[in-house]
């Protein structure tokens, strides 16, 4: 298996599995995005998520080279698993913080078997760790931040 795809099974494993079942409110109370707004495909829809997550990594600074051995697919399912954590767990922002995003991918970048790489092939999968973490933290920021989006605008 190559290392970037352990990396991206092993980030996947680490963040914890959170679901969100909300319905849209009937109601005209002021409520945040993350009370009234389920992260499903409407709602992804309704963000533009897809947009924002792709923004996010073309921003990041990954090259084509950095394509050609880490699939870009697999980039935006990291930086989506980062921003959908941030977004599910808005209630409790004290059970996830910000900080443990750099933990995770720090833990993730750790269970590659370094020993039989070549020193190239290390310079390239720690350049893109430092992109994937800039890229996971922004998706963070940017996921906690429409989850307490008040009143929804959506």
């Known amino acids: 298996m190559k290392p970037v795809a352990l990396l991206v099974a092993s980030v996947l494993l680490v963040i914890p599995a959170y679901t969100q079942t909300t319905k849209k409110s009937s109601t005209t109370v002021s409520k945040t995005c993350g009370a009234v707004l389920s992260l499903d495909l409407p709602g992804m829809k309704r963000l533009d998520l897809l947009k924002h997550i ?24 990291l930086v989506f698993s980062s921003y959908s954590l941030a977004y599910l767990s808005w209630k409790k922002p004290e059970a996830v913080p910000r900080e443990k995003m750099n933990h995770m991918v720090d833990k993730a970048a750790g269970t590659i078997d370094r020993s039989q790489l070549t020193p190239s092939e290390k310079e390239n999968i720690d350049a893109w760790i430092r992109k994937l973490r800039a890229a996971v933290v922004k998706a963070f920021e940017l996921g906690r931040y429409d989850a307490l989006r008040n009143p929804c605008p959506f």
Do not use: L, M, P
């Open 54 to 77: 792709g923004s996010i990594v073309d921003n990041a600074g990954f090259t084509k080279a950095d394509y050609d051995q880490f699939s870009r697919d697999d980039t935006e399912q």
